[in-house]
């Protein structure tokens, strides 16, 4: 059967010259993954995704310094709660420096300046309860800023855009993880019903 139906001229035929494909795939190999279909900027991309990649190392710490800092009764619970979540922030790190990688772009591990690229905080908070609402809302700035890149790269970059919406999924659960601790510790519900 035809891609090129009834219903669609030629020039929008879905499948492309395989010959041409070929051709333009061999031309310009020290790019890599990256290819002249690419419709974004590069260099905004690996920029954003860097920051991208400070915040969950960012993160990650925060989190980390919490699971071994946690104290009081019920502290168990939540310290493993917060070294799961660190655990999870560590493997998008990861998943970003890829990313930023098959880009052609170098990611940004430097610690120095760390902070000032990352979109959240690194809070260490007075007890538990401080802990919980410093990484509520960090996890609520991640949502916010990964949204906002979502829309952005949107089909000029859908490696890009698939990725983030993968981390804003688990950012959203852990906003939400967080917040129900909140409510758990604190006694009182916090969402409006």
């Not at 991309?45 to 993160?59: F, K, P, R, S, W």
């Not at 990964?146 to 089909?155: G, S, T």
């Amino acid at each position: 059967m035809s891609t090129t139906g009834a219903n669609h001229p030629p020039e929008a035929a879905f499948l492309s010259d395989v010959s041409e494909l070929r051709r333009r795939a061999h031309e310009k190999l020290e790019q890599g993954s990256v290819t002249d279909s690419y419709q974004g900027s590069i260099e905004t991309a690996i920029e954003l995704l860097n920051g991208v990649l400070a915040t969950e190392i960012v993160c990650t710490l925060r989190y980390r310094f919490h699971a071994i800092t946690a104290k009081g009764i019920a502290s168990e619970a939540v310290k493993q709660e917060f070294e799961a979540h660190a655990a999870e922030e560590e493997e998008h790190a990861g998943w970003v420096a890829e990313r930023i990688n098959q880009l052609g772009g170098k990611p940004n591990l430097n610690p120095d300046g760390l902070a000032s690229r990352a979109s959240s905080q690194y809070a260490e908070g007075l007890n538990l309860i401080d802990m919980i609402k410093e990484d509520l809302v960090a996890e609520r700035i991640a949502v916010m800023h990964y949204q906002e890149l979502v829309r952005y790269f949107a089909n000029h970059d859908p490696t890009t855009r698939r990725l983030l919406e993968k981390i804003l999924e688990k950012e959203e659960e852990h906003a939400n993880d967080m917040h129900d601790l909140l409510v758990s510790h604190e006694g009182r519900p916090m969402l409006k019903s």
